[in-house]
């Protein structure tokens, strides 16, 4: 991995994924693995700050590596693997615990501070500290670039930080990676209130569609969505907020851009405009789940026993001279 840069990134099995997850994050993953390294974990780890079902835990890992693989990611390309096949993940969040996180950094991360409001939510240890073994997540292999959404910006902000102290107090050990925000669709509002990220959180809600949704109940949230005042197909995302949200879905399945989709639909209605998107998501929604049906858990299998075996290799390369640096023997 020595002659591109590296790229790092990872989703939770906490929830069903959505069409925010794929136009947000994973499709934009396809393309990157072309120009980079590219590992790309499912961060199982991270999913058990909060409660989880057991055997609805371990479904869920193995659902989000097919949904990589149906959506593109090729392992001959792209690493895959899980957090928890390789240990030096949590090894180096210790050390960096010990050696570079303060408690008042981790104070200031917004998801705790949102959680711990609530004085009987009985937040985890693992949930005030998770920064901290994501920065060991990007930290490990050397990473130059982390793709993430525009509310991790602070996570990747504090790896930075703490690969900075580390370097300092001890020997330039680790990179700073840089962060990577797709301009269109790095967040996918909702479709019954545009206020708010499209959240795989919102169980049952109309304003998320599921990779895993049937076409016909996608159809339906889309004819659904709220729109704004008016009657004009257009972008103008602070006077037509939801308008422009659902045009960015529309954009990003397409390829379509935004003037060509105003074109498409000039003198009709929102009407005419969710038909047309709800056309576009189902065509999506058939072709990925077709694919996504096709992966058999032998696949899933193989792709992670491959992966944990590359990441290791990376992983404890890094561990090695870490510890090495802080004096463990």
């Known amino acids: 991995m020595a002659n591109k840069k590296i790229i790092f990134s990872g989703i939770k099995p906490s929830g069903d994924l959505h069409l925010g997850n794929y136009l947000g994050a994973i499709s934009q993953w396809v393309g990157l ?108 292999y050397n990473t130059d670039i982390v793709p993430v959404g525009d509310d991790q910006v602070q996570h990747v902000e504090l790896c930075r930080d703490l690969a900075k ?3 300092h107090d001890y020997a330039p050990t680790f990179k700073l990676p840089e962060v990577l925000i797709r301009k269109q669709g790095a967040r996918i509002m909702s479709l019954s209130n545009p206020d708010n990220k499209m959240s795989k959180s919102d169980d049952g809600d109309a304003g998320c569609i599921y990779l895993n949704d049937s076409p016909e109940v996608a159809r339906k949230k889309i004819m659904k969505a709220v729109t704004d005042s008016g009657s ?5 995302i602070n006077e037509k907020p939801a308008l422009s949200n659902l045009m960015t879905i529309y954009h990003l399945l397409t390829g ?22 709800a056309d576009v998501v189902v065509k999506f929604l058939t072709e990925f789940q077709n694919k996504y049906n096709s992966i058999s858990d032998a696949q899933v299998e193989k792709v992670l026993s491959d992966g944990a075996v590359c990441a290791k290799v990376l992983a404890q390369e890094t561990v090695k001279k870490v510890k090495e640096r802080v004096g463990i023997i």
């Open 33 to 140: 693995q072309e120009k980079y390294d590219c590992l790309f974990c499912v961060v199982n780890y991270h999913a058990i700050t909060v409660y989880q079902d057991p055997e609805v835990l371990k479904q869920r890992t193995k659902d989000i590596v097919k949904v990589y693989l149906a959506s593109g990611i090729d392992p001959q390309k792209s690493n895959i693997f899980l957090q928890s096949d390789v240990f030096e993940h949590t090894e180096l969040a210790w050390i960096l615990n010990c050696t570079s996180a303060r408690m008042s950094d981790l104070n200031l991360m917004t998801q705790y501070k949102e959680k711990s409001k609530n004085k009987e939510a009985n937040v985890s240890v693992g949930l005030f500290d998770y920064p901290v073994l994501m920065a060991s997540d990007i930290l490990l």
């Open 232 to 236: 004009e197909v257009k972008y103008y």
């Open 165 to 167: 102290r580390f370097n």
């Open 256 to 277: 379509e851009s935004y003037k060509d989709i105003k074109n498409i639909f000039a003198g009709k209605g929102y009407g005419d405009f969710k038909k047309g998107l």
